[in-house]
Nanobody
Framework: QVQLVESGGGLVQVGGSLTLSCAAS????????LGWYRQAPGKQRELVAT???????NYADSVKGRFTISRDNDENTVSLQMRSLEPEDTAVYYC?????????????WGQGTQVTVSS
């Protein structure tokens, strides 16, 4: 099992910046990829950004150039730096860990943190 705890959400004005952090604990050696997803009211959860153990990153087109994901393998944390925030970025942001154990894939989720961008 992997436990994920997010922090850093809040209220920010359009054009502002915010950094989300997520700390992983438990069977962290099974984690391959860490990432952030978000879910706005009435919409499906969508990928924001992911980063693999070697450090390869993947971003949603809507956040490319504005968001930066980073990972500290020593501290078992993943962060998401968000800049030039837009009202469309308003959502609950979830930390995700993609883990593998005995050839089975497991997805773990944090409890979510609210990000609200006001105009």
């Amino acid at each position: 099992q992997v436990q994920l705890v997010e922090s850093g959400g809040g209220l920010v004005q359009v054009g502002g910046s915010l950094t989300l952090s997520c700390a992983a604990s438990g069977m962290v050696w099974t984690i391959h990829s860490l990432g952030w997803y978000r879910q706005a009211p009435g919409k499906q959860r969508e990928l924001v950004a992911t980063i693999t153990n070697p450090g390869a990153t993947n971003y949603a087109d809507s956040v490319k150039g504005r968001f930066t994901i980073s990972r500290d393998n020593d501290e078992n944390t993943v962060s998401l730096q968000m800049r030039s925030l837009e009202p469309e970025d308003t959502a609950v942001y979830y930390c995700n860990a993609e883990a593998y154990n005995e050839f089975h894939r497991y997805d773990y989720w944090g409890q979510g943190t609210q990000v609200t961008v006001s105009s």
